[in-house]
């Protein structure tokens, strides 16, 4: 008796995960921010961690800021330099995903 692939008896399918491949200067930059990624980490969960730990920053200079912890001049001073440490941030999604997948 042979069996049906339609009913599921057939050869069990390969699934193919994707791989990307981030760019050192990207992988560097997520570093900094202490986001680490793999190959098999698609570009979206990767930004999406980033930009969580990104918001949480933010949070808590605020957090500072109104427990008068510093100035308001001091504040904006620490906002550019978290930033400049985020800078992964500037690449839109799509950017990410094209230059995890090798296009221009």
């Known amino acids: 008796m042979q069996r049906d692939p339609a009913w599921g008896w057939g050869p069990t399918p390969q699934i193919k995960v994707p791989t990307y491949l981030y760019p050192p200067e990207l992988i560097e930059g ?22 969580d730990l990104y918001k949480a920053e933010l949070r808590a200079l605020r957090a500072r800021l109104i427990a008068g912890e510093f100035e308001r001049p001091r504040y904006v001073e620490l906002i550019i330099e978290l930033r400049k440490k985020f800078w992964v941030l500037t690449l ?13």
């Open 92 to 104: 839109p999604l799509s950017a990410w995903e094209r230059i995890v997948e090798g296009q221009p």
């Open 30 to 51: 997520l570093a900094l921010i202490g986001v680490s990624c793999s190959p098999d980490a698609p570009p979206a969960e990767t930004r999406d961690a980033a930009d």
